[in-house]
């Protein structure tokens, strides 16, 4: 089998002196106070350095003799600033009250809500037909102009029909784009490799959902037209070593969006930056392996990954062979 020839930098791997990333996103779970006969559910929030947050809530109903319905409360949130809000049903089915207008909407997969928010105030019932999965993003409009662009902001507001504070419309999305919203924070991932991977996701997210939606690939064909060093880039992401450059700060450097950064990066390399160089931080470890003795749990942390299990299974995933075989094979 034969591998890539580029030079991989590796000095950095087993410098003892080199702090290892930690997870920067918090995460506190609530459970809901389902009479233990009824259910058991829990939502997850997760909040990220950027302003972006997101709600993961899971209800799993486990007695037959359960209600058909059950009203899960009222919930009022008002946001520090206005933010953009997509709400995916990944499982299951709620009703979706608008306690300010009274506007009711069944939540199902398939279809995904799409807001501009200033304040929360909705009701929520479940249906119990089927357990239930959903998860929630939130990002201050202020960070989707960042990540988007000002000129690009108004053109996808306009595609999902919701032009004006206060508006909420849902939209038919294949669960091809939205389910991939429901694995974005991955357990075997951390420190910034993990905070990479949740963006791109994200992001990957909001372009495919409005390229779906558009008439015209408005953000390909923009993105196409820009004028950026694309093989300048890529010979940085090559030299990358140690902490993991925010997406944000690598866009601001080519002066443009982290959206169209992330899109004419794969039009020309068919794979994400995190992609990118979560592959080349395995070829590195391949290297590393070859020439050094460093543990093997010291390099899976040092690269990303929360346990050496999970670096095992990336790492035979793409070679074809465990990092302890290639070792001993060397060393034979």
Same mark, same amino acid.
């Given at each position: =089998?034969?591998?890539?020839?580029?030079?991989?930098?590796?000095?950095?791997?087993?410098?003892?002196?080199?702090? +290892?990333? *930690?997870?920067?996103?918090?995460?506190? $779970? *609530?459970?809901?106070?389902?009479?233990?006969?009824?259910?058991?559910?829990?939502?997850?929030?997760?909040?990220?350095?950027?302003?972006?947050?997101?709600?993961?809530?899971?209800?799993?109903?486990? !007695?037959?003799?359960?209600?058909?319905? /059950?009203?899960?409360?009222?919930?009022?949130?008002?946001?520090?600033?206005?933010?953009?809000?997509?709400?995916?049903?990944?499982?299951? &089915?709620?009703?979706?009250?608008?306690?300010?207008?009274?506007?009711?909407?069944?939540? =199902?997969?398939?279809?995904?809500?799409?807001?501009? /928010?200033?304040?929360?105030?909705? +009701?929520?019932?479940?249906?119990?037909?089927?357990?239930?999965?959903?998860?929630?993003?939130?990002?201050?409009? *202020?960070?989707?102009?960042?990540?988007?662009?000002?000129?690009?902001?108004?053109?996808?507001?306009?595609?999902?029909?919701?032009?004006?504070?206060?508006?909420? #419309?849902?939209?038919?999305?294949?669960?091809?784009?939205?389910?991939?919203?429901?694995? &974005?924070?991955?357990?075997?991932?951390?420190?910034?490799?993990?905070?990479?991977?949740? !963006?791109? *996701?994200?992001?990957?997210?909001?372009?495919?959902?409005?390229?779906?939606?558009?008439? =015209?690939?408005?953000?390909?064909?923009?993105?196409?037209?820009? $004028?950026?060093?694309?093989?300048?880039?890529? +010979?940085?992401?090559?030299?990358?070593?140690?902490?993991?450059?925010?997406?944000?700060?690598?866009? $601001? $450097?080519?002066?443009?969006?982290?959206?169209?950064?992330?899109? /004419?990066?794969?039009?020309?390399?068919?794979?994400?930056?995190? #992609?990118?160089?979560? !592959?080349?931080?395995?070829?590195?470890?391949?290297? &590393?392996?070859?020439?050094?003795?460093?543990? =093997?749990?010291?390099?899976?942390?040092?690269?990303?990954?929360?346990?050496?299990?999970?670096?095992?299974?990336?790492?035979?995933?793409?070679?074809?062979?465990?990092?302890?075989?290639?070792?001993?094979?060397?060393?034979?």
């Amino acid at each position: =089998m034969s591998f890539s020839s580029v030079t991989h930098k590796i000095d950095w791997l087993f410098d003892e002196h080199l702090p +290892t990333t *930690v997870w920067s996103g918090s995460l506190e $779970k *609530v459970s809901y106070p389902y009479p233990p006969e009824w259910a058991i559910g829990y939502s997850e929030h997760i909040d990220f350095h950027d302003g972006i947050s997101m709600v993961k809530a899971f209800h799993n109903f486990t !007695n037959e003799d359960r209600p058909s319905e /059950i009203p899960l409360g009222i919930f009022n949130v008002q946001p520090v600033i206005p933010s953009f809000t997509s709400h995916i049903m990944h499982k299951g &089915c709620l009703n979706f009250i608008n306690n300010k207008n009274k506007d009711k909407i069944i939540r =199902m997969p398939g279809s995904d809500l799409f807001g501009r /928010i200033d304040n929360i105030d909705i +009701t929520q019932i479940l249906f119990t037909d089927e357990d239930i999965s959903l998860t929630a993003i939130f990002i201050p409009e *202020v960070q989707l102009i960042n990540l988007i662009g000002l000129n690009e902001i108004e053109i996808f507001y306009k595609n999902l029909g919701i032009l004006n504070l206060g508006d909420y #419309n849902q939209i038919k999305i294949p669960q091809t784009i939205s389910n991939k919203i429901a694995n &974005c924070t991955p357990s075997h991932l951390n420190g910034s490799l993990r905070q990479l991977f949740a !963006n791109s *996701v994200i992001l990957q997210y909001l372009i495919e959902v409005n390229i779906y939606i558009s008439s =015209m690939d408005i953000f390909k064909n923009n993105s196409s037209n820009s $004028k950026i060093d694309i093989t300048g880039l890529h +010979t940085e992401l090559l030299q990358v070593t140690g902490e993991i450059p925010k997406l944000s700060d690598i866009a $601001k $450097k080519y002066n443009v969006t982290p959206f169209k950064l992330n899109q /004419i990066f794969f039009e020309n390399y068919n794979q994400s930056i995190y #992609n990118f160089l979560a !592959n080349q931080r395995l070829d590195q470890a391949y290297q &590393c392996l070859l020439k050094t003795d460093i543990p =093997m749990k010291t390099l899976a942390h040092k690269i990303g990954y929360s346990h050496v299990n999970h670096f095992i299974t990336a790492f035979k995933n793409k070679f074809n062979v465990t990092p302890g075989s290639l070792r001993r094979k060397d060393k034979d």
